[in-house]
T-cell receptor, first 114, second 115 residues
Framework: GAGVSQTPSNKVTEKGKYVELRCDPI?????LYWYRQSLGQGPEFLIY????????DSGLPNDRFFAVRPEGSVSTLKIQRTERGDSAVYLC????????????FGQGTRLTVV | AQSVTQLDSQVPVFEEAPVELRCNYS??????LFWYVQYPNQGLQLLLK??????LVKGINGFEAEFNKSQTSFHLRKPSVHISDTAEYFC?????????????FGTGTRLKVLA
């Protein structure tokens, strides 16, 4: 596709449930990033991939959060035992390579935990 | 760890007036700097970036920014704003010396252009 695609655009889930958020990066982009944006805040780094491997996962808040990118393209962010505090917009971005090239962002997935 | 400070959470300005949105980052030998804009209910869009070379960089929609290494600043400016510039603006930095290339964002500045 022309840009970074994230699905679903909105997700409402009950506290304690498991959710998966999907990101389709721009074709050919080797670096993929996940961010979380709470209301009135800037994007908060979660994890980034260079190819299939997680190059930096220092932003994942706890072990309920996990992300994969098995074939070096599509990535899935997985959240177990969701809590109300996980409610936010989850942003995905991709860039041609890590290390300075601009990152292109998707529209985000708005997650609401009720 | 690298950090970005945007001191102004909100900046109101009248249409056709100039504006400056401030951004400071923590010191580093080598950084790449970015400004992104986020319109309501939309994703982040790159306005401009500094990688190397001239310290004055020009971006889309008439915006420009100046990299000042001694003051660790990267302020965004526009000489004459339009109503359509009303949006949230985020400054971001990528530290080239830490071995990780994640982008660190500031908390954002909400620009409100008044008629």
């Amino acid at each position: 596709g022309a840009g970074v695609s994230q699905t679903p655009s909105n997700k409402v889930t009950e506290k304690g449930k498991y959710v998966e958020l999907r990101c389709d990066p721009i074709s050919g982009h080797t670096a993929l990033y996940w961010y979380r944006q709470s209301l009135g805040q800037g994007p908060e780094f979660l994890i980034y991939f260079q190819g299939t491997g997680a190059a930096d996962d220092s932003g994942l808040p706890n072990d309920r959060f996990f992300a994969v990118r098995p074939e070096g393209s599509v990535s899935t962010l997985k959240i177990q035992r969701t809590e109300r505090g996980d409610s936010a917009v989850y942003l995905c971005a991709s860039s041609l390579m890590a290390g300075g090239a601009e990152a292109f962002f998707g529209q985000g997935t708005r997650l609401t935990v009720v | 760890a690298q950090s970005v400070t945007q001191l102004d959470s909100q900046v109101p300005v009248f249409e056709e007036a100039p504006v400056e949105l401030r951004c400071n980052y923590s010191s580093s030998v080598s950084v790449y700097l970015f400004w992104y804009v986020q319109y309501p209910n939309q994703g982040l869009q790159l306005l401009l970036k500094y990688l190397s070379g001239s310290t004055l960089v020009k971006g889309i929609n008439g915006f420009e920014a100046e990299f000042n290494k001694s003051q660790t600043s990267f302020h965004l400016r526009k000489p004459s704003v339009h109503i359509s510039d009303t949006a949230e603006y985020f400054c971001a930095v990528s530290d080239q010396t830490s071995g990780t290339y994640k982008y660190i964002f500031g908390t954002g500045t909400r620009l409100k252009v008044l008629a």
